[in-house]
């Protein structure tokens, strides 16, 4: 099923997309530089030794000639499937523009009512930004992202609000979670932010399977 809403990642995409055109320099009238803009989201991502990935609630955005372009995806019965354990509603957006000469890719993910691995890991709420734009006469490609949770638990451990970027919490044979993982894509042109990542391990002690939750990325490339 397809909607347009934003959900509660909106405000996380808006910031990113006025720290873009902020004190712009060029006139607005002229045109944005002809990068290419692609946005992607996932609500869930399931991999394991034995299977290929499988992705839910994914929306996604690649780059065409006619702007704006935007692709969302609502799942409104939540997620079940093995491994991954089971969560509420799901929502996705994945969106490219242009706003002035200022070319712009963000997409968002939010997943609620999250219980995987048989609850050792629960969440009332995850979810992620991803943003990146151009600037005609700028030297660079900018990117941010942004993560919130809302009563994370992860064992004896509780988040909520903003994750710390790029750490992780471990279940002492079971599993290892990264948290706000803010990784570069395309050569630094792109960002993508998975606010939580599972490594689920077997019993010899190495990973067998991997969950990650909420996925965003957006990139602007030459």
């Not at 394991?48 to 609502?74: C, H, I, M, Q, Y």
């Not at 044979?173 to 077997?202: F, K, M, S, W, Y």
Request: glycine letters at 10%.
């Amino acid at each position: 099923m397809r909607s347009v809403s934003l959900r509660r990642t909106t405000p996380a995409v808006l910031a990113l997309v006025s720290l873009a055109v902020v004190g712009l320099a060029q006139p607005a009238a002229a045109a944005p530089p002809n990068y290419r803009a692609d946005a992607h989201a996932s609500a869930a991502v399931v991999d394991t030794v034995v299977t290929a990935p499988v992705t839910f609630g994914r929306a996604d955005v690649n780059f065409t000639t006619s702007l704006p372009a935007n692709d969302a995806a609502t799942l409104p019965g939540g997620i079940s499937a093995p491994v991954l354990g089971t969560t509420g509603a799901v929502a996705t957006t994945a969106a490219a523009q242009d706003i002035g000469n200022t070319r712009i890719a963000t997409a968002t993910a939010g997943v609620s009512g999250v219980s995987l691995l048989a609850g050792q890991i629960s969440a009332d709420y995850i979810g992620s930004a991803a943003g990146a734009s151009i600037t005609l006469g700028a030297p660079v490609v900018v990117t941010g992202g942004t993560t919130t949770v809302q009563n994370l638990k992860i064992g004896s451990q509780t988040f909520n609000g903003a994750l710390p970027p790029n750490t992780s919490v471990s279940i002492a044979g079971v599993a290892v979670v990264h948290l706000n993982e803010q990784v570069p894509v395309a050569g630094g042109d792109g960002i993508r932010v998975t606010p939580v990542r599972i490594e689920v391990l077997g019993i010899l002690g190495a990973p067998v399977a991997e969950v990650g939750i909420a996925t965003s990325q957006a990139t602007v490339t030459p």
